[in-house]
Nanobody
Framework: QVQLVESGGGLVQAGGSLRLSCAAS????????MGWFRQTPGKEREFVAA????????NYGDSVKGRFAISRDNAKNTMYLQMNSLKPEDTAVYYC?????????????WGQGIQVTVSS
């Protein structure tokens, strides 16, 4: 079992930046590939970014490439999502999750989600 808690969300103007954190507890964090997802009402959950267990490999959804950066600190059991050049369409509830394997976009354990709102 892994428990995940997101933090760092909030309200920001278009063009601004936010950094989300995902703190993990429970089973060994460093053994998991991790990912960020987001969802808005009435839409399917969207893949945002993923990172391999050691942090060497990353990949991104097309809508955030070049603007968002995923990272992790295994010593702190924490994953991050640096979001730059934010747009109103980035407004969503953001979730962190463990992945079945790096390269998969299937989450296993999920955080409760955190709201990010980008005003125009």
């Amino acid at each position: 079992q892994v428990q995940l808690v997101e933090s760092g969300g909030g309200l920001v103007q278009a063009g601004g930046s936010l950094r989300l954190s995902c703190a993990a507890s429970g089973r060994t964090f460093s053994g998991y590939a991790m990912g960020w997802f987001r969802q808005t009402p009435g839409k399917e959950r969207e893949f945002v970014a993923a990172i391999s267990p050691g942090g060497i490999s990353t990949n991104y959804g097309d809508s955030v490439k070049g603007r968002f950066a995923i990272s992790r600190d295994n010593a702190k059991n924490t994953m991050y999502l640096q979001m730059n050049s934010l747009k109103p369409e980035d407004t969503a509830v953001y979730y962190c999750a463990t992945l079945t394997v790096y390269g998969s976009r299937r989450g296993t354990y999920w955080g409760q989600g955190i709201q990010v709102t980008v005003s125009s």
